[in-house]
């Protein structure tokens, strides 16, 4: 076995992984003890990392050759690489020349590499001469960013994970970190623990897991967040808190500002917020730091968190640059323990913005805007000019997609299909471009469908290069195994794809006898890109960094062999900086933070009487981003298994819905059809759907015929002024009961080697039904078991029964079709039962069923398959109608420990036997269940049940 030490790549954390192999096949993974990001731990997500690497996803998921369609909406053929990038480079060259560079879009990825980014930013704005290049990090980091720039002068975020520990207060907000960065919760956890009297504040529209541990929870009304800045900054001001000797020395602009919170008052910010006003002053005390004794000898370190709930908003820039206020107010910043500290969303979304991929700026933090920063980055490439027009940002260039302007669209790494708001424009972009190219790791996201030519990427595992994560520090990302498949065909590295293309674009367009107006036509005789390595990408982007406040000049990739390394790291230093601002200096004009005058506005699209809820979107613990990945593995399922829209049980009750029950959820822009779930954690009139929902989980047929595409088709591409992230966090929707008598379930266990086809089988299918969801599954063995299996659960419902050939596809897919397969049918009535069984000694089991019509037996037949339980004293009953069972089936419960697989129900029954505290008692459920003993993502669920247990043995008289 061979050991290979790389990067997890999921969220912005950066953990360090050891990548177990086998020749060419990734056999297992474990945190690497040795990274100072996450000293050896894993998430739920990171710690099956090896099960989305298997052989046979690869070969049922996996894009492993290069992919042309010659008809849109055709199956695309195989090709070879010479004339998959022969025609790429061919159309984009004419439709530069047609049309000019700015015809064209790059829309890549914060999942790729550093070498990744820097190749497509030069590609676009170096050679072809447009700006028109930006990155799905729009969509989730481009607030922190300028609410950054806005204020301390650099989008450099100023704190390190060690600060977790130095923290006095924690400040969290928008953040379900327990969720999003489950690793460096467990810090959080850690600190709490070693010190007692650390306090954690959550600001959130929601009570997630992160706010079920704090000490102080204000569940806010949407899109508030900067009126609760500034009603804390008022109080500050008032009470005296703040810190006027840093604002004197170390800030400008505070007089404007202190004109504008004045009107911020408690009264004012607790109404609109919907707050109370006595947690509204307990927050903006701890935040400052102060008890009752002497400010100025008594003051204790805070560390804000943050992360989507701020920045993925019409707002985001304002609400991060607020928060920010509030540390430059008290002195909060440059210190251990203290500081504003955005979190990642991506694994390298901060690389991105390191080399300047994104439409608004340029390598090494540079400004586009900026004429010197042009020049510098110009002479640097070796070209005659950067271009000044500014270039489409992500909402903006698939507009300019939809409306014809731009022709052509070159996608890395990322499936707007799925993750873009507005979905009816995102696709009507695809559509009408002229030429659209995906490079990607996954035959199976939803934007392939839309690629004229798919080019194989690597993916982790087989990558090479250099990531940086939310503390500033770079990693190394090192292939265990080889790209499957041969070097003609087979998946190739994407910066190696980006530096061929732009080869071979740089011949012809040098070539070309007639002017462009705006491409830099005036080349040198050597290629603009003359990269054999990763390395070679590397150390001319670390070149285009000396000087600037993310100086690497220090760093080489020798030593990010050795470890990872925090910048800025200036040539002839051994080490990087821990923290940023601790002299007070602040890379700005006059070397001081700026205070942000911004003022409160509310959401872009407000609450009214046709569209009377609230959605907000967000992640799940164990799923990421749309799933290509994670939603291979059926035991991630286990958490939150099947799509839903969660709501408050008071709204549910006054719009008389069950558990369950399938709703029309629909905004201003489309609508999506799936179940609604009781959730005390959301205030009334609002209502909480996943992130991860896309058309490849959960769809149907549209009223005008359209196949629906999830949980973006509601979502609004309003964004932010500053920033052009959109608001992501709140769309105004309106729910309304779905009318769909018929329904249908199936469920089988099948082969590892097809259920993934199946399932890919069964979504071809979904759009024939007003409602269909489709999810992998799998059973209830620890991790590290021998005997998982997966499998695949197809749900429908339509306004009348399907015609039987529909059924019959359905069933060959799930290999309820054989002679060992028992039925029931009534065609009249729409009915039908299909049942699989297997023998096992004396017991049958069932493998597989399909019911039709009555679909009420699902409640205890689902569990009975799942379970793998024997089904012989059943007997007939499995083939009847109704809900109720003739022998009661226990339920098994809903998943709260991934690894171990270990239910709610099996953790109520062993709490009802600890004693002792709640710590005790937390102890005593690991020893019986070995829950949350692995990679700890389900702590906070454990502590919230352990709580909640010993709240109703209080209340037991």
């Known amino acids: ?116 980014y820097y190749v497509f930013n030069k590609l676009a704005k170096g050679l072809i001469g447009t700006n028109n290049i930006d990155t799905n990090s729009r969509l989730c980091m481009s607030s922190a960013v300028a609410g950054y720039k806005k204020t301390l002068g650099a989008d450099a975020p100023p704190n390190c994970y060690d600060d977790v520990q130095f923290a006095q207060t924690l400040f969290i907000a928008g953040s379900n970190t327990a969720f999003a960065h489950p690793v460096l919760f467990r810090r959080i956890e850690d600190a709490r623990r070693a010190n007692p009297t650390q306090k954690m504040v959550v600001v959130d529209v929601r009570r997630t897991d992160t706010a079920e541990v704090a000490d102080l929870f204000l569940q806010i009304q949407p899109g508030t967040d900067v009126m609760l800045f500034h009603g804390m900054l008022h109080l500050m001001l008032w009470e005296g808190w703040v810190d006027p000797a840093y604002m004197r020395a170390h800030t400008s602009g505070f007089d404007a500002l202190k004109a504008t919170v004045r009107d911020y008052t408690p009264d004012a910010v607790a109404a609109t917020c919907g707050i109370r006003k006595e947690d509204l002053v307990l927050a903006s005390r701890w935040f400052a730091g102060v008890d009752d004794s002497d400010v100025a000898h008594s003051r204790t370190p805070t560390l804000s968190l943050y992360c989507q709930g701020l920045n993925q908003s019409s707002a985001g820039t304002a609400k991060n640059a607020a928060l920010i206020n509030l540390h430059l107010a008290c002195g909060q910043i440059g210190k251990p323990g203290a500081g504003p500290f955005s979190l990642t969303g991506q694994p390298n979304a901060m690389g991105g913005r390191e080399v300047g991929g994104l439409a608004n700026l340029l390598s090494a933090h540079r400004d586009l805007a900026n004429p010197a920063h042009r020049a510098e980055v110009a002479a640097l490439w070796g070209v005659s000019q950067v271009p000044d027009k500014p270039g489409k940002t992500a909402v903006e260039m698939f507009q300019a997609a939809a409306d014809g302007e731009i022709k052509a669209l070159w996608i890395a790494c990322t499936n707007p299909a799925q993750s873009m708001p507005d979905q009816a424009t995102v696709r009507r972009a695809l559509e009408r471009a002229e030429f659209v190219v995906l490079q990607e790791a996954f035959a199976t996201t939803a934007t392939c469908a839309y690629a004229d030519l798919l080019l194989p990427a690597t993916t982790w595992g087989e990558k090479d290069g250099t990531v940086t994560n939310s503390e500033r520090r770079i990693s190394r990302v090192r292939p265990a195994v080889a790209a499957p498949g041969d070097a003609h065909h087979g998946p190739r590295h994407d910066w190696a794809i980006a530096v061929d293309f732009a080869q071979r674009l740089e011949k012809l367009l040098v070539a070309s006898t007639v002017p462009i107006e705006g491409l830099n036509q005036a080349q040198p005789t050597r290629s603009l890109f003359p990269y054999p390595t990763p390395e070679s990408v590397w150390n001319e982007h670390r070149e285009s960094t000396r000087g600037r406040d993310l100086d690497i000049t220090g760093m080489s990739y020798q030593q990010l062999e050795e470890r990872p390394l925090q910048w800025p790291m200036r040539e002839g230093q051994s080490a990087g900086a821990q923290r940023l601002y601790e002299d007070g200096v602040f890379p700005t004009a006059d070397g001081r933070a700026h205070f942000a005058n911004v003022v409160y506005k509310p959401v872009a699209e407000a609450r009214d009487a046709r569209f009377p809820f609230s959605l907000t979107t967000g992640r799940l613990r164990d799923q990421w981003h749309g799933m290509s990945r994670t939603g291979t593995v059926g035991r991630l399922f286990g958490h939150v298994s099947e799509p839903a829209v969660l709501m408050h049980p008071q709204d549910m009750a006054r719009r008389l819905l069950k558990e369950g029950d399938l709703v029309h959820l629909s905004s201003k822009r489309g609508a999506v059809v799936l179940p609604v779930q009781a959730s005390k954690a959301l205030a009334m009139s609002q209502l909480f759907m996943a992130m991860h929902w896309g058309e490849e989980f959960v769809s149907g047929l549209g009223a005008k015929g359209q196949r629906l595409s999830g949980v973006n088709a509601l979502t609004t591409s309003a964004f932010c002024p500053d920033s052009k992230q959109p608001e992501f966090k709140h769309a105004a929707v309106k729910v309304v009961k779905a009318e769909l008598p018929w329904s249908l379930v199936a469920m089988a266990w099948l082969p590892d080697a097809y259920a993934l086809t199946a399932r890919r089988a069964l979504q071809s299918l979904m759009a024939e039904f007003a409602y269909a969801s489709c999810v992998p599954f799998a059973n209830a063995v620890a991790l590290d078991s021998t005997a998982a299996r997966q499998g695949v659960l197809f749900k429908a419902s339509h306004a009348e029964a399907i015609g039987p050939e529909a059924l019959q596809r359905i069933a060959a897919v799930l290999q309820l079709d054989g002679a060992d397969v028992v039925r029931y049918d009534d065609p009249k009535r729409g009915q039908q039962r299909r049942l699989r069984r297997r023998m096992e000694g004396t017991d049958t089991r069932l493998e597989g069923f399909l019911l039709a019509g009555d679909t009420r037996a699902q409640r205890w037949i689902a569990p009975l398959l799942q379970g793998e339980l024997p089904v012989q004293s059943y007997g007939r009953a499995l083939l009847s109608p109704g809900a109720t069972p003739p022998i009661p089936v226990a339920s098994a419960g809903t998943v709260v420990c991934t690894c171990f697989n270990v239910t709610d129900q099996q953790i109520h029954s062993t709490l009802s036997l600890c004693e002792g505290s709640p710590t005790q008692r937390l102890q005593s459920l690991q020893t019986a269940l070995q829950c949350g003993t692995n990679c700890g993502s389900c702590l906070p669920q454990l502590q919230g049940l352990v709580r909640r247990s010993a709240d109703m043995r209080s209340e037991t008289p």
Request: charged share 15%; proline share 6%; with cysteine.
């Open 1 to 116: 076995m061979k050991e290979t030490r790389s990067t997890c790549p999921y969220c912005g954390v950066g953990c360090g992984v050891i990548i177990h192999s086998e020749g060419a096949q990734i056999t297992g993974v474990k945190g690497d003890p040795q990274h100072p990001a996450n000293f050896g731990r894993l998430c739920s997500k990171g710690s099956t990392l090896q099960l989305s690497a298997t052989a046979e996803v690869t070969l049922q998921t996996r894009l492993l050759q290069p992919l042309q369609r010659l008809v849109r909406g055709s199956t695309p053929q195989p090709v070879t690489w010479d004339s998959a990038l022969h025609t790429a480079t061919t159309k984009f060259a004419q439709i530069i020349r047609d049309y000019g560079p700015d015809a064209v879009g790059f829309y890549v990825s914060g999942q790729l590499l550093t070498e990744d």
